[in-house]
C-alpha cells in the first residue's frame, strides 16, 4: 500500500518571536534572524541519517513512504521554471531569466520532498563580491556589461534541485583488442641527386576479439533537475561539498528562493547513465587491454538503484544586454562563477591590430 506523508513546507512563514517580521536564514551560520529587530533564533540540528530510496520501488508506486510535500510555486511562462515567491510579494522577475512572473497564478504543487540541502555558505553581498572580481577579469567584456554586471536588482539565491544516485553496474562487452606490431619496409628515394633504396620499420595493429564484463559501483551521481540554467555552466559549479549535506530543514530555505524540479526522477536517471557511461567505457577499454581497443557492444545493467532529491545553493543572475539574455552562476557554498558572456568586438579587433603593430616593430628593429 502506497502511504503518502504530507507536510507543510510554507517557506517564510518564520515569525520573528521578538517583533513578529518575517526571519530569515543567515547563510553561513545555523540561525534565522531578524533584518529589523536583530533577534536571532537557532534552528534545531537534526542528527539523522539521509535516507536514500529506492527507485524501482518509486517508479512501481510501491514505496512504503514516499514523502511528498506541498508547495505554492509560480510558473515562468517564458522559460518553465517553477519558482516559490518571496514572502508577501506583489510582483517578482523569474530568477533565471527575468521575465516578470504574474503573482497571483501561484499555485500548489505536490513534489517528491527534499531528503537534504546545503544551506547557503556565502550571503548576497559575498556573492557579488566573487561576480565582481570575476567581471573584472574578463578579457574583451565590453564596457557596458561592467555597468550593467554592477546592478544587482537581479541577483537571487536560489535552491536548485537536483537528483543523485547510487547503483551497481554490470556491464557485458563485445570488442576487439589491438596489439602493435612493427614491420621492415623498404622504400626509395632521392639523395643528392641519386635514388637510394632504404628500410624504415612500420606499426601495425593486429586486432584480436575479446569479450568479458566489469562491475562498478557509483555512489552520488549528480544531475540537475532544472531546464532553465544552461546546463554547461551549471555541472562546472561542481564539486559540491556533499559530505556537508543535512537533512531537510525548510528553515534554511527562508529569505531565498526555492526551484521545483522541471526532470522528473526517471528523466533525471537517464542522465545520470549518460555521466556514468564515460567511466564504464573506460573501464571496459582498461579490461580489453593491449595496445587500442575497440567496443562493438556494451550492455549494462543497472542494479540497486537509490536516489535522492536535494537542493542546493546557487545565486543566479539573469540581464538581458542589447537583447540577448546572459545568465550568471554562482556557488553557494564555494563561489566559483561561470556564466555566458558578451563579446566586445571592437575591443578585440583594437587588440588584434595593436599587437600586430608591436610584432611588425619587434621584426622592423631586429632586422635593423
Ligand atoms: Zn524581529
Ligand atoms: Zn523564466
Redesign the pocket.
Known amino acids: 500500500m502506497e502511504e503518502i506523508q504530507e507536510q507543510e513546507l510554507k517557506v517564510g512563514t518564520f515569525a520573528c518571536t521578538s517583533c513578529g517580521a518575517d526571519l530569515k536564514y543567515k547563510p553561513g551560520t545555523v540561525h534565522l534572524s531578524c533584518e529589523y529587530c536583530g533577534a536571532s533564533n537557532e534552528i534545531p540540528q537534526i542528527d539523522a541519517d539521509i535516507k536514500k530510496l529506492d527507485f524501482n520501488a518509486y517508479l512501481a508506486n510501491q514505496s512504503e513512504s514516499i514523502e511528498t510535500s506541498v508547495e505554492s510555486y509560480v510558473k515562468?511562462?517564458?522559460?518553465?521554471?517553477s519558482?516559490t515567491l518571496e514572502p508577501n510579494v506583489t510582483s517578482a522577475?523569474?530568477?533565471?531569466?527575468?521575465?516578470p512572473?504574474v503573482v497571483e497564478q501561484a499555485k500548489d504543487e505536490k513534489i517528491i520532498q527534499p531528503k537534504s540541502l546545503l544551506p547557503f555558505k556565502l550571503d548576497k553581498n559575498g556573492a557579488k563580491g566573487e561576480f565582481k572580481k570575476w567581471i573584472k577579469k574578463l578579457w574583451f567584456a565590453p564596457n557596458d556589461l561592467k555597468k550593467a554586471a554592477l546592478n544587482f536588482d537581479h541577483f537571487k539565491g536560489v535552491y536548485i534541485p537536483y537528483w543523485t544516485f547510487d547503483t551497481d553496474t554490470f556491464t557485458r562487452y563485445i570488442g576487439q583488442r589491438g596489439e602493435y606490431y612493427y614491420v621492415t619496409e623498404t622504400y626509395t628515394t632521392t639523395e643528392n641527386g641519386k635514388s637510394v633504396t632504404k628500410t624504415r620499420q612500420v606499426r601495425k595493429t593486429r586486432w584480436y576479439p575479446a569479450s568479458g564484463s566489469v562491475k562498478r559501483f557509483f555512489d552520488d551521481i549528480l544531475t540537475v533537475a532544472t531546464k532553465?540554467l544552461p546546463q554547461k555552466y551549471i555541472y562546472k559549479l561542481e564539486p559540491w561539498d556533499l559530505q556537508n549535506l543535512i537533512p531537510f530543514d525548510k528553515s534554511y530555505l527562508s529569505g531565498f528562493i526555492t526551484e521545483k524540479y522541471q526532470i522528473e526522477l526517471e528523466e533525471g536517471f537517464e542522465i545520470a547513465k549518460g555521466i556514468a557511461e564515460p567511466e564504464i567505457r573506460s573501464l571496459v577499454r582498461r579490461d580489453i587491454g593491449g595496445d587500442e581497443q575497440r567496443i562493438i557492444s556494451m550492455n549494462t545493467q543497472y542494479d540497486d538503484i537509490t536516489f535522492k532529491h536535494l537542493l542546493l545553493p546557487v545565486f543566479v543572475s539573469?540581464y538581458k544586454f542589447k537583447g540577448k539574455l546572459y545568465q550568471f552562476l554562482v556557488n553557494g557554498r564555494t563561489g566559483e562563477v561561470q556564466g555566458q558572456r558578451p563579446y566586445s568586438w571592437i575591443k578585440i579587433t583594437l587588440t588584434s591590430l595593436a599587437v600586430a603593430a608591436i610584432i611588425a616593430l619587434i621584426i622592423y628593429f631586429t632586422n635593423n
Do not use: D, R
Open positions: 515562468c511562462e517564458s522559460c518553465g521554471a519558482s522577475l523569474c530568477p533565471y531569466c527575468s521575465t512572473l532553465s539573469a
